[in-house]
């Protein structure tokens, strides 16, 4: 995925991986992971803004694709990475033909993420097995984070 988008750097990136269930519990617990590895590193309206659309990901598989979910989180300085993995060889329904009047239940975490991200976009995973969601935000420049502050002060 990183090779694909360079949206961080691989050399300065940090990384963190888990696996969760298939079911509603799933979108808390990320946000929770997300919220643990990223806080300190940047500021907190993309922390809000990367939770909230990690929980539409997660939603996403708990609702469509019905399988465990492999949830990653990458960051540098300038960017963050969120993916989201799903075992449904099934890429995702195309809503934005569907039209507005039908998205009253479902399809508006699609136009959410299309509206808050920087980049989205989809890959299915080799031989069929799954796909992988993901998206990226930026950090906005000038604002230091709590690792930059920590290491200025030493």
Do not use: C, Y
Not at 44 to 62: F, G, H, R
Not at 81 to 99: F, K
Not at 105 to 134: H, N
Request: net charge negative.
């Amino acid at each position: 995925m990183l090779a694909q988008h360079s949206v961080v750097d691989a050399v300065t990136a940090a990384s963190a991986h888990t696996d969760l269930a298939g079911t509603p519990h799933s979108a808390p617990l990320g946000r929770i992971f997300l919220r643990e590895h990223l806080r300190g590193h940047v500021p907190p309206e993309v922390l809000q803004d990367a939770e909230l659309l990690t929980t539409e990901l997660i939603s996403n598989v708990v609702m469509h694709a019905r399988t465990s979910i492999h949830l990653g989180v990458t960051w540098d300085a300038h960017n963050v990475l969120v993916t989201v993995q799903d075992h449904d060889p099934a890429g995702p329904a195309d809503r934005h033909q569907i039209g507005l009047e039908h998205l009253e239940e479902s399809g508006r975490g699609m136009l959410l993420i299309a509206s808050l991200a920087d980049d989205f976009g989809w890959a299915r995973l080799p031989d069929d097995v799954g796909k992988v969601m993901w998206f990226a935000m930026a950090i906005p420049p000038g604002i230091p984070n709590q690792a930059q502050v920590r290491q200025a002060v030493r």
